[in-house]
């Protein structure tokens, strides 16, 4: 139990303080107002940012502490007990639900008091907002799991979880607002599910004249529940075929 307090909880500090507080630094760095939509480029940051709290708090949480869990053993006395796979996948996707939930919130608070974030006006908004935070959490929680399954020990997970996480922020827009990314990146991002989480909240946080300036020139409330809706049954389709509860297993 030691080993495993001592590999995991710095990292899980980390993972919830980090987002926070590069949305303030960033956010204060790129305080330009836009041209449209009478908002600064800090709130257009604090909105993207949502997504790297969520793969913040599920897919690197998620990736380190299991990996943890299975180096430790303690994956290998779990499955000793009725406990089954899936309800071990609910567990940790509603602990880390809870998580992602507060996250929100503290970075809400940010955007909201540093850079005049405005909050959805009506049913629809926080609709959209649901359903795009509920689908980022599953999709990179599942994500989360099955890359943990690729790491041999908590500190290798780190390195396979935060390394592309780190170029996500870059190639989705959260770090940098996405109408300034070269077209390579934008196509790359498009892949992968932080951009279309970073789309989504924008789409709910910021004015609707912004939408001008993404990409297709519209919010694709579409394609971000198709790709996400994607992510999600792939990574649960993943962790199935190679989820393991010991090293040996």
């Given at each position: ?7 995991c909880t ?77 309800s071990y ?138 790709m996400l ?21």
């Open positions: 139990m030691g080993r495993r307090t001592l590999c710095p990292w899980r500090r980390l993972t919830f303080s980090m987002p926070a507080v590069i949305c303030l630094l960033l956010g204060s760095i790129f305080s330009a107002q836009l041209p449209v939509g009478g908002v600064s480029t800090g709130a257009v940051i604090a909105a993207s940012m949502l997504a790297y709290g969520i793969l913040s708090t599920s897919f690197i949480n998620l990736g380190i502490s299991i990996a943890a869990d299975r180096d430790s053993g303690a994956l290998r006395r779990l499955h000793g007990t009725p406990t089954t796979a899936t996948f609910i567990g940790k996707i509603m602990l880390v639900s809870i998580l992602s939930v507060a996250e929100a919130v503290l970075l809400l608070m940010v955007g909201v008091i540093a850079f005049g974030l405005r909050l959805p006006a009506d049913v629809f908004g926080w609709f959209t907002l649901a359903w795009v935070f509920a689908l980022g959490v599953v999709s990179c929680s599942l994500l989360g799991i099955l890359i943990s399954n690729v790491a041999s020990n908590a500190v290798s997970a780190a390195a396979l979880t935060n390394s592309p996480a780190v170029g996500l922020q870059f190639l989705s827009g959260t770090y940098v607002p996405i109408m300034v990314l070269p077209t390579w990146m934008l196509v790359i991002g498009s892949l992968f599910p932080v951009k279309w989480m970073a789309q989504g909240f924008r789409s709910v946080l910021l004015p609707p004249q912004l939408a001008a300036l993404e990409p297709a020139g519209s919010w694709e409330h579409w394609r971000i529940f198709f809706a994607a992510w999600s049954i792939g990574g649960l389709i993943g962790c199935v075929a190679v989820f393991r509860w010991s090293e040996r297993s």
